[in-house]
């Protein structure tokens, strides 16, 4: 049941972004019409949240609410282990749900967007699941980064400790002493974020919409995590961050007029046909320059 349940949540996910891209022809905004291509300068949009001074700010912002939270670690852990209680019912089910979504369905999600992307030829949810997986993979290696270098334990490991900081020890002292920042909801909130600027791109009417469904699920991981006592309060507040600004800075990469790299997207299969007899027809496009 649970298993089903997870895939659900899956297919729910990648069907709610088609959904989005449904009315993209219908849309009326000045850029809500743009044709996707790696290498058009018509497809270098560029919101006002990536310019350096938007991302600037958005760092300060992380750093000064990590410091907030952190005085406030062991009691916010205190009250969430209390309503917990012993960790059964409808509460746990949900919560068990969002942690999956953190890890793995950030992954999961934009890996069956590139995928159905790819065998429909549909170019723009293969550039979404193309860009969510850069985010997902690029913030994921900042926080193991992170983690290891600063080695604070869980608080499920039975530490009250809030400050249960060792340099390095994340790399010596295997997951438990991985807490800082949350890997779970950096990776939520990478998804988040390139949704919320993908449809920004291609479907603005409903921009609103994705976002708000988007990060209202990002941070339900984050207070999934604090509720099955996984993480202090601090590390779900940085790992939102790093994961909001990394994804930022894949999406200004991909689409803000700097040298994008071509590997990745050089490798993937730009179509894929059935023919009657059963047998497919995979097509790359290859771009030269004059």
């Known amino acids: 049941m649970r298993f089903s349940s997870r895939i659900v949540t ?133 926080t193991a980064l992170i983690k290891g270098l600063a080695g604070r334990r869980r608080p499920e490991n039975g530490t009250q400790d809030m400050d249960d900081f060792s340099f390095a020890g994340g790399f010596r002292g295997g997951d438990g002493s991985q807490s800082f920042p949350s890997g779970h909801t950096t990776a939520a909130f990478a998804l988040a974020t390139t949704l919320t600027l993908e449809t920004m791109r291609f479907n603005p009417d409903v921009t609103k919409l994705v976002a708000i469904a988007s990060y209202s699920v990002a941070t339900g991981v984050g207070m999934a995590r604090v509720y099955t006592n996984h993480h202090w309060a601090s590390d779900v507040a940085l790992g939102a961050g790093v994961g909001t600004l990394g994804a930022l800075i894949v999406e200004r990469y991909a689409h803000g007029g700097l040298v994008r790299h071509r590997t990745v997207a050089s490798v993937l299969p730009s179509s894929l046909n059935m023919a009657q007899d059963g047998r497919a027809t995979v097509g790359w496009t290859i771009p030269f320059s004059r």
């Open 10 to 142: 899956a297919a729910a996910s990648v069907a709610f972004v088609m959904l989005a891209l449904t009315a993209q022809g219908q849309s009326t905004a000045p850029n809500s019409t743009r044709t996707v291509d790696h290498d058009a300068d018509s497809s270098r949009y560029v919101p006002s949240v990536l310019t350096n001074h938007a991302l600037a700010k958005i760092g300060i912002v992380t750093l000064l609410t990590t410091a907030a939270f952190t005085p406030f670690d062991a009691i916010i852990t205190r009250k969430a282990q209390a309503i917990r209680g012993t960790g059964t019912g409808p509460v746990e089910r949900v919560a068990s749900t969002l942690n999956w979504i953190g890890d793995p369905g950030s992954v999961v999600i934009p890996t069956l967007l590139l995928g159905t992307g790819w065998i429909s030829g549909n170019g723009t949810m293969r550039e979404i699941g193309l860009h969510a997986t850069e985010s997902v993979v690029l913030t994921g290696g900042a």
